[in-house]
């Protein structure tokens, strides 16, 4: 098959000379020489092989190649049109979509807000919000299912690009009248002697309690490991054991009979921030989005 070597420049010189009538008026609408627009022309007609202009001395008209090849060339120039004035849309953040998952906790208090920030400034961009547990969101970073994650930063992938945004200091939790509760601060040592109530594996939550407790150079056996948040809040409620928890966390449940009280020896804080897939280029939303969580996270109040 015989390489096909036209361009939009010619293909676009010979719609307008059709449309006006003549290479003289055209020259005018494309503000370009006569001879330069005759030089195009003839070089379509020699690629195609066909003549597309019988010439008069006042106007030229289509031969039936010509006619068969305007509808065409109408049609191509028209849906160039539309595809540049939607991908300048989607660069201007006028529309698209962005997906960004996020943990459970940020899902429900720093989201919404930087969420509803965003669609103040670009009503016409979709978001999809997908919340997880630490490993869960990574996974879908790193799959492609989602733009980028906000969550908790430590052991992130090779592949995975992190950015720290804010900082989330751990607390105990425990119920009202409980032994600890009376402390100004409570040192993680004192949580050995205690029945302990952890996250599964996998969280972000429990990664930061694991690795505390390591610090002391303690293996802290969970009485019990839960995966919503709502069952370690109630167990410490009951008395049955204290937890440790993120003040992002505790900003999501405002639950009463329970003491949260800012953990030392170590100060832990669970670092929050962007997780993208290294080297991949995010769209101008997704961009336009993250700054939403930025402008959010700098008035979120730490507990």
Sequence with gaps: MNRINLTLHQLKVFMVVAQQGGFTSAAEELSSSQPGLTSAVRQLEEELQVRLFNRTTRRVELTSAGLELLPVAERLFAELDLTVQSLRDLGN???GLVIVAALPSLSATLLPQALALFRNQYPDVRVQLRDGIASEIVEMVRAGHADFAVGALGGAQHALKSTVVMKDRMHLVCRAGHPLSSLGEVPWRALIDYPFVAMNAGSSVRYITDSAFAELGVVKVPEQEVSQLTTMFGLAKAGLAVT????????????????????????????????????????????????????????????
């Design 93 to 95: 953040v006028r529309r």
């Design 244 to 303: 440790a928890m993120p003040a992002a966390v505790m900003r999501a449940f405002d639950v009463e009979g329970v003491v949260k009280l800012p953990l030392v020896d170590p100060v832990v804080e669970r670092e929050l921030g962007f997780i993208v897939r290294r080297g991949h280029l995010l769209s101008p939303a997704a961009e336009a989005l993250m700054e939403s969580v930025r402008q959010v996270s700098e008035t979120a109040l730490v507990v």
